[in-house]
């Protein structure tokens, strides 16, 4: 199991939390997605799945979701 965290911004409300959901659950490999709504800023979204996931897949889920993926804020 491997578990990736991203930072994504322009989420605003439980559509966007829905909307991302679903478009990474859809990657190969994904078996959950859990996302943490920050309004107005930088929201995260934890992925686990069976093998590590490339980062430009990724990205291309989240903006098909309408958002953009950024570094995390350590």
Avoid: R, W
């Avoid at 959950?32 to 990205?59: F, H, K, M, R, Y």
């Avoid at 309408?66 to 570094?71: E, N």
């Amino acid at each position: 199991m491997t578990t990736t965290t991203i930072g994504i911004t322009g989420m605003t409300c439980g559509h966007c939390v829905s909307a991302v959901q679903s478009e990474l659950s859809e990657l190969p490999g994904v078996e959950a997605v859990d996302v943490e709504l920050v309004n107005g800023g930088t929201s995260t979204a934890t992925i686990s799945s069976s093998a590590p996931l490339d980062a430009a897949s990724i990205d291309g889920a989240v903006a098909e979701a309408g958002y953009t993926v950024v570094p995390v804020a350590s």
